[in-house]
């Protein structure tokens, strides 16, 4: 009430209008224009108001310029009220969980199964082309043929290709082309896994052309035959 001077014209009453907004808000409804249109034909809204019709821009300045920094603190008013009255619990929150549908390309999958399975099966691979590597180092240094890392990431891939180049000389041909394809094949498929699963976070899929977008099934979908 503080907000309004006096003078001028006659105002809507504030309590009207906010009486108005939050029903339109507990309806879904947030644009001015549509708030404005059930004022005029939605019965209830034309109870609530009283009969009065204040037009989109008057519902906008009401919005932006008389509840602002207060409307949070009226809709905790609300909440308290709707709890005291014993309408609602305050014991268990619930988040909503609408589905909507993306407009990304349905066909690009990444799923964290896959990913996970691949890398474990290219880590595997590097973990024994890497053991081949140190068997084929000159005998002739006699020295112990060290083992190859357990775990393989990409930092520490890039290290044991760095290594290995720096003895490239104790190396046959074999050995070399085995090193260069660590470094040209091996090593870029390691990152490009490393990198889904960052993207991935706690999520089981996520799509290449929407990374926010994650696959799950729609009760509605765009073939209406139940896809994801």
């Excluded at 006096?6 to 409804?29: C, D, E, Q, W």
Aim: proline share 2%; net charge positive.
């Amino acid at each position: 009430m503080a907000t309004y001077k006096g003078g001028g014209t006659s105002s809507y009453h504030p309590r009207m209008l906010l009486k108005v907004l939050f029903y339109a808000y507990l309806n879904n409804i947030y644009s001015c224009r549509r708030i404005a249109q059930a004022l005029e034909e939605n019965i209830h809204f034309m109870w609530l108001a009283g009969g009065s019709t204040p037009d989109f821009r008057t519902i906008n300045h009401f919005r932006s310029q008389r509840l602002k920094n207060q409307v949070q603190e009226l809709f905790a008013q609300v909440v308290r009220l709707l709890h005291r009255l014993e309408y609602v619990s305050l014991e268990t929150q619930y988040v909503d969980g609408t589905k909507i549908e993306s407009a990304a390309n349905r066909y690009t999958f990444v799923w964290r199964g896959a990913v996970e399975k691949n890398r474990e099966k290219l880590e595997r691979k590097i973990r024994s082309v890497l053991c081949d590597i140190r068997q084929a180092i000159r005998e002739d240094r006699k020295a112990p043929v060290e083992k190859a890392p357990e775990k393989v990431d990409a930092q520490r891939l890039k290290e044991e290709i760095r290594q290995l180049n720096e003895r490239v000389a104790e190396l046959d041909k074999k050995a070399r082309k085995q090193v260069a394809k660590l470094e040209k094949e091996h090593l870029p498929r390691l990152e490009k896994y490393e990198e889904q699963l960052e993207k991935l976070g706690e999520r089981n899929s996520y799509s290449k052309t929407d990374e926010d977008a994650t696959f799950m099934r729609m009760k509605e979908d765009h073939m209406k035959n139940g896809q994801l």
